[in-house]
């Protein structure tokens, strides 16, 4: 299988103030995508996710190392890979006072996309994602969640072979996130790669193929996702559903590194009730998460709406 990307020994390091030690946000990561997966990268706050995805686009120059994008060499031929490849940043890149659909009409000629198709381009993507009652309203207007659906729209507006989407459903209602969700799917069956970045555990669990899990600029695991939770401490766990002489239903789960060990233990809690069930429990990726980096995804979500908070704050 091809691969979309290569990636090694990549390192990105921004200096300091005279006297502070630099900060090494991306520390000498080696991956690879294969064509036509959806490839999740997670992790905290601050772990060098939005770096890796500025130096992969370009928007950035690695410290060290190198990568390869459909082919094409990250430090020789930047401007072959920027044509064939489409990028949705966390902060909107689209014009305030332009309307949704001159705004993808723009895009395509910045894409390079043919005169004749820009228009029909435009009007498909507006109709997917729902914004074509939206068409003639400045971008400036839009809500937020118009703004961030027409973003991604925007970065298909020239069909590339790879898609990074950094926090794509961020500010989503539920029905547009779900409408993203099985446009990423719907790519993916197409031959489609794509780089997802998300701050939602059971939004990457349903739709990464393999996932690499960022930890202050290192990759701490990369797999699958059933790789993943296979290979996490603790993986053996029995829940026992019993029944008491009143009908009181309970469900007990007993974790154990022995599954035959575990099931005794399940089996002697039993005594006189009555065992309904025993059932095999693999921990979630939410569960893999925590025990990778220390955050619960409550604490993460938290962090990303304070980080939200700042910008905003920033910004007036």
Not at 72 to 92: F, H, Q, W
Not at 139 to 150: N, T, V
């Amino acid at each position: 299988m091809t691969n979309a990307i290569e990636v090694s020994q990549l390192t990105k390091v921004y200096p300091t103030g005279k006297g502070k030690a630099s900060l090494r946000a991306v520390d000498h990561i080696s991956f690879t995508v294969p064509q036509g997966q959806v490839f999740g990268f997670l992790g905290p706050n601050g772990a060098g996710k939005t770096t890796t995805i500025r130096m992969l686009t370009g928007l950035a120059r690695p410290t060290e190392g190198n990568a390869s994008i459909l082919g094409y060499d990250l430090a020789t031929e930047i401007t072959r890979i920027k044509k064939a490849i489409g990028v949705v940043p966390e902060t909107s890149n689209l014009y305030d006072e332009l309307s949704a659909r001159d705004n993808l009409i723009f895009m395509g000629q910045l894409y390079g996309v043919p005169r004749p198709e820009r228009g029909q381009r435009a009007d498909t993507l507006l109709r997917r994602f729902r914004l074509w009652e939206k068409r003639d309203t400045p971008f400036a207007q839009l809500s937020k969640g118009m703004k961030r659906a027409l973003t991604v729209a925007a970065a298909l507006v020239h069909q590339p072979q790879l898609l990074f989407l950094d926090e794509p459903t961020t500010g989503l209602d539920v029905m547009s996130a779900r409408n993203l969700r099985q446009m990423i799917m719907d790519l993916r069956d197409t031959g489609v790669t794509v780089f997802l970045t998300t701050h939602y555990l059971e939004e990457a669990e349903r739709l990464c193929d393999r996932i690499a899990i960022l930890v202050k600029g290192h990759i701490v695991a990369l797999d699958t996702v059933d790789g993943l939770k296979a290979a996490a401490q603790g993986t053996t766990a029995i829940e026992v559903t019993l029944a008491d002489a009143h009908n009181r239903i309970t469900t007990q789960r007993i974790e154990g590194d022995d599954v035959a060990a575990a099931l005794r233990a399940a089996l002697a809690q039993a005594n006189e009730r009555q065992l309904l069930a025993i059932n095999t429990v693999r921990p979630t990726l939410e569960e893999v998460f925590v025990q990778l980096t220390g955050l619960s995804a409550e604490v993460m979500l938290a962090e990303k709406g304070n980080q939200q908070a700042v910008i905003r704050e920033s910004g007036r």
